[in-house]
């Protein structure tokens, strides 16, 4: 693995969201938006996978809501993240809710060295925009996957309508996000994502939007992707 794959990361980034691990568990915190989203993400997954008994990879998992709710519909969750805040939150939640999660302070990159080909499926969500090179991030994961294992990946687009309600509005006229969350020039066009997830050997399957709706506090899986937009990709079976 390359020196750039290892470090893969940016220290501002994990700083700006280790700061914010002692509320992730607050539905009425910092992360009130990420409580709304997690239903329609874990929907959206159910639906193209089957997760009782699964290996799950939750990548970037932060304090553990996906990792949590995957493992809550029968999946074998590994959750990684390099916030080691994050990663400390995640353990003390799951000693709390009792729900088994085996939480890692590690790279994807890393990972993908030491277990190639052991999931059925892997999730990254909300975590490619944060990163240098997200094309990094898609590569590791299809060699985490099994031939025939599913990448569910959830990111925001970058287009004027993603500019004025993931920045504008969630982070300076609702403020149901911290200010500073996002960079709009680190926003993904699903062309761009289509592109990376070929050149890492997967097809993808599928591209939906996810609406947030702030005056229910819900979010719901929608046709449009001009602003936050789901996909689902498939690593190939191996050939005989």
């Not at 501002?12 to 997690?38: I, M, S």
């Not at 969500?125 to 599913?150: F, T, Y």
């Not at 911290?178 to 020039?185: E, L, N, S, V």
């Amino acid at each position: 693995m390359s020196n750039a794959a290892k470090e893969n990361f940016s220290q501002a980034e994990l700083d700006k969201f280790g700061a914010l691990a002692n509320r992730w568990w607050d539905p009425q915190g910092p992360q009130k938006a990420l409580h709304a989203l997690n239903p329609a993400r874990l929907g959206y997954v159910a639906e193209r996978t089957p997760l009782r008994g699964a290996a799950v990879l939750d990548v970037g998992c932060g304090g553990g809501l996906l990792s949590e709710a995957l493992a809550g519909e029968g999946a074998r969750v590994t959750a990684i993240d390099l916030a080691p805040e994050l990663i400390k939150i995640a353990k003390l939640h799951r000693l709390e809710s009792g729900v088994e999660v085996d939480y890692r302070l590690s790279a994807v990159e890393a990972l993908a060295d030491e277990q190639p080909g052991s999931f059925d499926a892997i999730t990254c969500m909300e975590m490619l925009e944060h990163v240098p090179d997200p094309a990094s991030v898609l590569s590791a994961c299809a060699a985490l996957l099994k031939p025939g294992g599913r990448l569910f990946v959830s990111t925001l687009n970058r287009t004027p309508a993603a500019f004025a309600l993931a920045i504008v509005g969630a982070e300076y006229v609702a403020r149901v996000l911290p200010k500073g969350t996002h960079q709009y020039r680190d926003f993904i066009k699903p062309s761009e994502l289509a592109s990376w997830l070929r050149e890492a050997g997967l097809d993808l399957e599928d591209v939906s939007g996810l609406m947030y709706e702030p005056w229910r506090n819900a979010a719901r899986v929608i046709r449009r992707t001009d602003v936050n937009y789901l996909a689902c990709a498939r690593k190939p079976e191996k050939r005989e």
